[in-house]
């Protein structure tokens, strides 16, 4: 099975300086490589890491400029949104996708190519929770975040 893992515009994969979700799918990358399955991880582009790779574990990575994370959180949202926007023409057709970017659902025009589509949610705002309503999958960080998604 291939899945893609499509990351943030702000944090490099593998993390460089902490980033508790990078860490999070970093183990998980690893441990569907272990058990098989075609793993492409879509992250941004940091100085020192190649644009595309297969690293030791199996991964294939492919990276792209992204935004540094800003104070402004209007800014980052828009960044976000730019973010989408460019990762459209870099996603490969899979079995499952799984989104961790704030609009992920701007991706949606084509489920087929994507396969099964998968997003976690965390702190994210309510008007925009109901956009999710497409994906196959949504994961939560907490069971208050769960049941506002349910609502």
Known sequence: MKINIVL???VPFPPT?????????HLLSKEFVRKGHEVVIYSRYDEGLKRDE???FGRRHVRVDGYDWKSNNIQNALDSFKWCWKLKQ?????DVTLFNTLFSFLLLDNKKKYGSLISTIHRTPNW??????????VYGGSKAVIDLAKE
């Open 8 to 10: 943030g515009h702000a």
């Open 17 to 25: 300086k902490g980033g508790g979700i990078e860490n999070l799918y």
């Open 54 to 56: 297969i690293d030791e």
């Open 90 to 94: 870099y996603i490969e057709k899979a």
């Open 128 to 137: 925009k929770v109901k956009l999710y309503k497409n994906f196959d999958r």
